[in-house]
Every structure is written in C-alpha cells, then in structure tokens.
C-alpha cells in the first residue's frame, strides 16, 4: 500500500531520524476501531473501496533506515484514500499482485502486478488498491536523493527531480531493487541483525539511491550521462589510503569522493584507469581481505556469516561467490585452516 510512503515521512518528521537502524514498524487497519485511531493519528482516512463493503483490511510494515526506509504490505479487501495527505519525498512502489492507483492532477496511472511506480509524493492527490493487492517499496526523503545526486553531479542541485516515465517494466531494474528491499526486511525483522551492522544498512541504502538516479530517467539524467574530467593520480592515491583506512565505517562513495577532492564520476573513472576496477569494488576487495583476517584469528568467535556481517556483507551467499572468485577458496575452508 503506497499510504505507507506517506506514513515514513510522517514519521520521519515527527521523530526527526531516531527511527533509524530500528526494528520493523507494524500496522494493521481490520476493525472500525482501529481505523479511527489510525485517522486520529495521522488524519488519514482510510475506506473499502466500493459502499458494498463495510471495512477495508490492511496489513503493512515498513523497516527504517538512515533517511527513508522500505516497506511491504497487503489488502484482502483493497482500499481508498480520496485524500492523500500533505508529504515530500519519493515512493518506488512495486507491485506484486493487484493493482494500485495513483491520482495526481495530470493522470491516473495504474500500477499493475509485475511493475512499479517512482512518484514524488507532494504530486499524489488520491491512492486506491484492488482487492488481493500486495506490495513493496522504497522511501525515499528528498534530502536523500537530492544530496545523492549532487554528489553524483559534482554540484548543488537546484531544481526538484523530476521522473520523466513513472511506470517501470524493466525487470533487469527492479530485480536488484527487490533484492535489496528483501535483505532490509530480513535484516530488521526478527532479531533484527541489520541494527548491529550499520555499515551493511548505510550500503543498502546507498546502493538503492544510485541505482533510482543511474537507471530511471529524470530531468538530470543527460547531465550525469555526459563525461566528468579525469582526475590526478594523487587523487585516486588519496582515495585509496582513505578507503584503507575506513573499512570498519560505513563509508559511501559520496564520502570516498568528497575526501579526493573530486566528483563522483571522475572517482569513478580514475578507479577504472588506474585500478581496473570501480571504487566499491576496491573497497569489497579490501573487506574481504579483513574478513580473510578475521577467519584466520582464533581470537575472533568462530561463525562466518557473523564476520560478513560485521565488514558490510549482507547477501552471504554472493559474499561467498565473491570471496572463492578473490581467494580461490570458501570462506568455510579457510576457517578450517584456523590454527
């Protein structure tokens, strides 16, 4: 249910970021009583969508991180929003069965199962689902994706993003989008181990935010498709000792950049010309090192997916094909060779 969108950033607003790093958040609309409260809380009303019906039914959860979070949800009955409420930032909402639609002044698009939307929410005036409608999706505060891009650009970003094609098809863009959706869920539910590894979140989150600005057109796009001047050495040299000497934090490639003194893609393209590899790619290498470190120490307890975790790893089993394609064996064999 894209309404979730709308609650994070209430949230958000309410709490400033301290939602960040906690577990899941949960809520479920079935009873008149509980959609009272929930209109009290947020002034939103929620209804069935057709007078037949006397309720609506909704169960959803969102999963915080630094600035946005993901979140999943599903409706029996389906339901309306004649009004959607006063919010920033930007919903990636993906369907998985049902349909949703999203009513600005301009259109009605309709999100139907198998594709996505990417909507800024100030834009959105009225929100229905069908029944057996289910979802997901990413959050993102405009802070988040502004400051991205202005990394990316090398310069500060003066106009609102603008998607140029809301609906998205392209399975080769949402696959990994849901992947990462996926782990953010399974790290921050439960035991929640995502909350004690805040490199592995800042990484997520990061990563999602790159592939929104890199793969969907908006109105910034040719900009980040021209060529950034290429850098000095020195200044892939002072990256990579910054790189070193940050592998326990939760660095980006906004931080990387910004200690070299160079944009974004300059970093990028120094990092391809001098190390034949990108920039998270040198810093996975020198994780991976660590973790090799760590699975050779007896001081450190003895539990692979426990020191993953710890350098930033979060889907073990590719930071098992990354680490044999690196060190020619598996991280389990190593360990095994403990002294």
């Known amino acids: 249910m894209p309404l979730l969108a709308f609650l994070i950033d209430l949230h958000l607003k309410r709490r400033g970021f301290a939602t960040s790093g906690q577990a899941s958040t949960e809520i479920k609309l079935a009873t008149p009583n509980a959609f009272d409260e929930f209109f009290r809380e947020t002034g939103v009303q929620v209804e069935a969508p057709t007078t037949e019906q006397a309720k609506a ?152 935010a790159y592939m929104v600005l890199q793969k969907l057109p908006h109105n910034y796009s040719p900009v980040l498709a021209s060529h950034p001047p290429a850098p000095a050495p020195r200044q892939i040299k002072r990256a990579v000792e910054f790189i070193r000497a940050s592998l326990a934090a939760p660095i980006s490639l906004n931080d990387i950049a910004e200690h070299s003194a160079i944009s974004v893609r300059s970093l990028q393209l120094g990092f391809r010309k001098y190390k034949g590899m990108t920039p998270m790619e040198f810093l996975r290498t020198q994780r991976l090192g660590r973790v090799r470190e760590d699975l050779l120490d007896p001081s450190v ?34 360990l095994a060779r403990r002294e």
Not at 301 to 315: E, K, N, R
């Open 57 to 208: 039914s909704y169960e959803g959860e969102y999963f915080p991180v630094l600035i946005g979070a993901a979140y999943r949800s599903i409706s029996k009955t389906g339901w309306l929003v004649r009004h959607a409420p006063e919010a920033s930032g930007y919903s990636l909402h993906i369907q998985r069965s049902g349909e949703t639609s999203w009513t600005s002044a301009k259109e009605v698009i309709h999100c139907r199962s198998g594709s996505a939307i990417i909507q800024n929410l100030e834009q959105v005036r009225q929100l229905a689902g069908s029944s057996g409608s289910s979802d997901e999706g990413l959050f993102f505060t405009v802070q988040c994706l502004t400051l991205k891009l202005s990394h990316l650009l090398d310069a500060p970003v003066h106009k609102p993003i603008r998607f140029h094609c809301p609906l998205i098809d392209d399975h080769q863009v949402l696959a990994p989008l849901r992947s990462i959706i996926d782990i953010i869920a399974q790290g921050l539910s439960g035991n929640a181990p995502l909350i004690k590894a805040p490199l592995a979140l800042v990484n997520l989150q990061q990563a999602a």
């Open 301 to 334: 307890p003895a539990d692979v997916q426990h020191i993953a975790l710890s350098w930033g790893f979060t889907h073990f089993y590719l930071f098992v094909h990354y680490y044999k394609k690196l060190f020619g064996e598996s991280p389990q064999t190593t």
